[in-house]
């Protein structure tokens, strides 16, 4: 059977479009890794904030990384008290007294972006404050209202209140952060780099799936044009072990797409600024914004790589089979591949709940993590609740679809 | 060894492709001769196991097909009417992947593939796309993929188109040398092939099997009908042409054309008109 998969591969890659489509892929990946990484970050001090420069994001990213790397070590109260009176530090010289600058000041640090760092790190400051709040149970919770005060310190009243959007149910989530927080032991670090490759990582879109759609259009029709399907049908392996080889070929093409597009993240990240450490909890800081507040320091790194690449693998494999589907039942590629972009461009624009079972709503993979309509389901310990359903009916249709082309190709038979 | 052919039948929406055709073949050359539409690719594709029949059965060597399907195929080689092709594959890389649908080892599909690029004067388009070929050397690349697995069972829809005169005695000749051990059905239009090849022949018009006999039993059968007679331009008309040599023509018919018609003695050609003169 491999031998058979392969072949197919070597009809696939024998069309220079196909080469072409695959470098599109990490070409478009690294375009959005360098988007991110490189980020225009601003430089800002004073109270009210002021502008002052735009810096290259990675330049500040690798500043602010060394900066909290420092705080490596077990949470606790001694640690927060550190992070906490620099914190108080800095926002005392940048923001309350509208200190300009002086680098002689600011004792360790001497780069450019060190403006940058500070501002950068200490903006994002009230996402840190709050997760260490929680460890820290006994240091106070804050209500809604002094929690949007606290925030619009920093912010304007708005950007604090989308900011502070999910503490509406403060103390239910903080009761519970805290019991899964004093059941483990927490190691703080820099989660810079871990949160900038989630970010990459994540920034897959409808145009992977397009590219995979065309790439498999005539998976099927393409024997049906070139009338090679008599030269198959007659022979010994037939079309049962060929529909199965194309099967296992548009799998195959899924995971090399999904492959290709991790790969230049990671590649990319190393180069920039290499993740510390995988096992780190999620959390955001330092203005390589992740939106995770929900459940930071609820899982690791490792647990939501893991998580987004199932989503990605399943999202991928169900678009390359539904593809091939369609490709055997129309035997054309132009309608296959038309098909196939309504099926995927018109959920974008769909605002039903049920367009979240298609593949390109899939794809925003994080969004299911995030509390809904204030409810917490997604802490009852099974945050993944919700797209295990449509990973389970992707899984269950890619099955069948695979298995209704392998029943229909015997019909030839004769009895 | 034989092929068995019972009730096989092919309906396309309400018209009979092939009806009820029986017969039985051994180790040989067989020609199917039949007007275009008289369900010849219809037939070959169901033996084949492309088209699924209505009804019928197909036994070979004393097995139902559709029971040992894989044991059936890989004895099997089928050159369709419309030969299908991958246009940016090389001769070889072609053979290379119907040798693995043949299930052929390696080994032994490049000693066949070897041997057949001479067979068939293909040594040096070897490496040579599909598309960049000429149609003759294309149907080649056709007949060859056909013997890859050399074949007990040779169908061949229409083999020869694009060959010229030197491809086809070449073809002729591998043919020959295979009939010993192998049934060779082969469907032409071209008559002068059966006239060349074939021990028996297999007539049909409109789905059904009208003859099977050989060759020289065909001819028979129109002694009698086969006239020559000067040129006049009414009986180009009336009686259908066998060929027209100088001022003298060669027709068909029951009855003595004209006068001064002189009965000849007929050939396949001649048969074939007699019998389809409406369609020809």
């Not at chain 1, 979240?356 to 917490?376: T, W």
């Not at chain 2, 369709?80 to 299930?103: C, D, I, R, S």
Request: charged content about 20%.
């Amino acid at each position: 059977m491999m031998k058979m998969v392969l072949s197919e591969y070597r009809k696939l890659f024998k069309r220079p479009i196909s080469w072409l489509l695959l470098v599109v892929i990490v070409i478009m990946t690294l375009y959005q890794c360098h988007g991110i990484y490189h980020r225009t970050i601003l430089k800002q001090y004073g109270n009210p904030r002021e502008i002052v420069q735009e810096v290259d994001g990675i330049a500040y990213f690798r500043q602010a990384d060394q900066v909290l790397h420092q705080y490596r070590g077990p949470a606790s109260q001694e640690m927060y008290a550190r992070i906490k009176a620099d914190y108080h530090d800095m926002l005392d010289m940048y923001y309350l007294n509208a200190k300009p600058l002086n680098d002689d000041e600011i004792p360790y640090y001497d780069t450019d972006a060190l403006l940058a760092v500070y501002t950068g790190i200490y903006q994002n400051q009230p996402n840190i404050h709050f997760n260490l709040d929680v460890i820290s149970a006994d240091d106070g919770g804050k209500s809604d209202e002094e929690a949007l005060e606290w925030y619009g310190w920093l912010l304007d009243r708005d950007a604090a209140f989308n900011e502070v959007y999910h503490l509406k149910g403060y103390p239910e989530i903080k009761a519970q952060l805290a019991s899964v927080y004093e059941a483990r032991e927490i190691i703080f670090d820099s989660t810079i780099p871990n949160n900038l490759v989630l970010d990459a990582f994540d920034q897959m879109n409808f145009f992977y799936l397009l590219i995979l759609s065309f790439l498999l259009a005539n998976l099927f029709s393409q024997e049906k044009t070139t009338h090679m399907d008599a030269l198959i049908n007659s022979s010994p392996r037939g079309y049962r072990q060929t529909a199965a080889a194309k099967c296992w070929c548009a799998i195959g093409l899924a995971v090399i797409v999904f492959a290709l597009h991790a790969l230049t993240v990671l590649l990319y990240s190393a180069w920039m600024l290499p993740v510390r450490d995988w096992s780190l909890w999620v959390m955001n800081m330092g203005g390589a914004y992740y939106t995770l507040e929900p459940y930071q320091g609820l899982y690791t790194y490792r647990t939501l790589m893991i998580y987004l690449s199932m989503n990605m693998l399943v999202c991928l494999i169900s678009m390359a089979m539904l593809t091939a589907f369609l490709s055997y039942l129309t035997n054309h590629q132009l309608l296959t591949y038309g098909l196939m972009v309504v099926w995927t461009v018109l959920p974008i624009f769909m605002t039903h709940e049920l367009s979240r079972l298609f593949q390109v709503r899939m794809l925003e993979g994080l969004k299911y993590l995030q509390i809904q309509n204030d409810q917490l389901s997604v802490f009852n310990g099974e945050i993944l609740y919700h797209i295990h359903i449509y990973w389970l009916m992707w899984i269950v249709l890619t099955i069948g679809m695979g298995l209704l082309i392998h029943w229909r190709f015997q019909r030839y038979r004769i009895a | 060894m034989e092929l068995r052919v019972e009730n096989l039948t092919k309906t396309f929406k309400k018209k009979k492709a092939v009806a009820d055709m029986n017969f039985v073949l051994h180790p040989g050359i067989y020609g199917l001769l039949g007007p275009n539409g008289s369900g010849k690719t219809t037939l070959l594709r169901m033996i084949a196991g492309v088209e699924k029949p209505d009804r019928g059965t197909v036994w070979f060597d004393g097995f139902k097909t559709g029971d040992y399907y894989d044991t059936f195929t890989s004895q099997l080689g089928y050159l369709p009417q419309h030969f299908g092709y991958y246009p940016t594959y090389t001769v070889e890389q072609f053979w290379q992947y119907l040798a693995l649908l043949k299930n052929l080892s390696k080994p032994y599909a490049t000693s066949r593939i070897n041997t057949l690029l001479k067979q068939l004067h293909l040594e040096e388009q070897r490496h040579v796309k599909l598309k960049k070929l000429s149609g003759g050397m294309r149907q080649r690349v056709g007949i060859g993929q056909a013997l890859l697995n050399e074949p007990k069972l040779l169908l061949l829809d229409e083999p020869t188109v694009g060959l010229d005169p030197q491809e086809r005695l070449t073809f002729y000749q591998i043919l020959h040398e295979l009939a010993d051990d192998c049934i060779i059905f082969l469907s032409t239009h071209i008559v002068s092939d059966l006239d060349m090849l074939a021990d028996e022949i297999l007539v049909m018009k409109a789905g059904r099997l009208m003859f099977q006999d050989t060759k020289e039993a065909l001819i028979a059968s129109v002694q009698g009908h086969v006239w020559e007679v000067e040129a006049m331009p009414e009986l180009q008309s009336q009686y259908a042409l066998s060929r027209v040599q100088g001022q003298t023509l060669r027709l068909v018919s029951s009855q003595c054309p004209a006068p001064g018609a002189r009965l000849v003695t007929p050939d396949l050609n001649d048969f074939y008109l007699y019998y389809f003169q409406k369609e020809a």
